[in-house]
């Protein structure tokens, strides 16, 4: 890339344009102009405001996304415990991710658009090298299940959803209520000891 500088500046701009603003009103040129560049360097690196959103969810999230990557390749770990430090990881980042809160109607729908995106980014990202994590688990005899990828989604889905709290809001109560009902399934379904990963309900 010609100018990484320029690069994060662009989504610098957009970051801060979203903590008082909807996507929908942002204009290339507000960003550009937040940004102190010229609209027409925009489109050297992004070629729509999608693209520059899309950029800034994957910057937000690169940190479980690395985490994650890097834990894949540390099979001396014990398999749940890596699903821990990835889970956290991802809490981590979802609580710095567009800190505005937005009060009205309009604000609710944009920051639950908003949040759908980066879930997505995220459950895609995230599922091969939980599957993965999961298949060394299942070679090391620690796991005993047949559908790792089908597992790493469903953790996925139901960890994401519940810990960001946006798009079904809930109660602490209920979100630890919704994690341990998860880990008795895993419990279960792995074929481990009930209470053996009760420590995944800290996360």
């Not at 959803?161 to 895993?186: C, H, M, Q, Y």
Request: a negative charge.
């Amino acid at each position: 890339m010609a100018n990484q500088a320029k690069y994060e500046k662009i989504l610098d701009a957009l970051q801060t344009l979203l903590e008082d603003r909807s996507i929908q009103t942002i204009s290339v040129s507000e960003i550009a102009q937040t940004a102190g560049i010229g609209k027409g360097s925009i489109y050297y690196y992004f070629p729509s405001k999608n693209a520059i959103l899309d950029a800034l969810i994957q910057r937000n999230y690169e940190k479980p996304i690395q985490t994650a990557r890097s834990l894949t390749s540390q099979p001396d770990i014990s398999p749940f415990t890596r699903m821990a430090m990835i889970f956290q990881a991802c809490r981590n980042s979802s609580s710095e991710f567009l800190k505005s809160e937005g009060t009205t109607a309009s604000g609710a729908q944009e920051k639950a658009f908003l949040h759908q995106k980066y879930l997505n980014h995220l459950i895609s990202e995230l599922k091969p090298e939980l599957a993965a994590i999961i298949r060394q688990g299942i070679e090391r005899g620690e796991i005993h299940f047949d559908h790792s990828e089908a597992l790493a989604e469903i953790v996925l889905i139901v960890l994401t959803v519940k810990l960001d709290n946006t798009l079904i809001p809930s109660t602490r109560e209920e979100i630890e209520d919704t994690i341990a009902g998860l880990v008795s399934l895993l419990e279960k379904g792995t074929e481990n000891p009930t209470g053996s990963l009760n420590f995944l309900m800290t996360i």
